[in-house]
């Protein structure tokens, strides 16, 4: 069974970066897109970037410029460079595998357990 590990997590200053990675125990001919969501206490998951098997990718608004997906196919892992990172953009951060692309959680079926980024001075 597909398994998905969130890492790179952490708490840092307003302005700083993290990366996250989110490694695939196995290759999946199943699934087109890896997507990574967050979710802050007290809100709905919500749809970051996705990334698809050639190479298509795609951000949300508020972390246009700011976040850089990417993958390594020889690895099974997919990363979001997060850049001048600002106190909303706190949550947990989860990656997802889905047959569609889109932002909308609906569409994603393996999920990993989420990482914790929290930005605060």
């Known amino acids: 069974q597909l398994r998905l590990v969130e890492s790179g997590g952490g708490s840092v200053q307003p302005g700083g970066s993290l990366r996250l990675s989110c490694v695939a125990s196995e290759f999946s001919m199943d699934y087109y897109v890896t997507g990574w969501f967050r979710q802050a206490p007290g809100k709905e998951r919500e749809g970051v970037s996705y990334i698809t098997s050639d190479d298509l990718w795609y951000y949300r608004d508020s972390v246009k410029g700011r976040f850089t997906i990417s993958r390594d196919y020889a690895e099974y892992t997919v990363y979001l460079q997060m850049d001048r990172l600002k106190p909303e953009d706190s949550a947990v951060y989860y990656c997802?595998?889905?047959?569609?692309?889109?932002?909308?959680?609906?569409?994603?079926?393996?999920w990993g357990q989420g990482t914790r980024v929290a930005i605060s001075s």
């Open positions: 997802a595998m889905g047959r569609r692309p889109s932002l909308s959680a609906r569409d994603y079926d393996t």
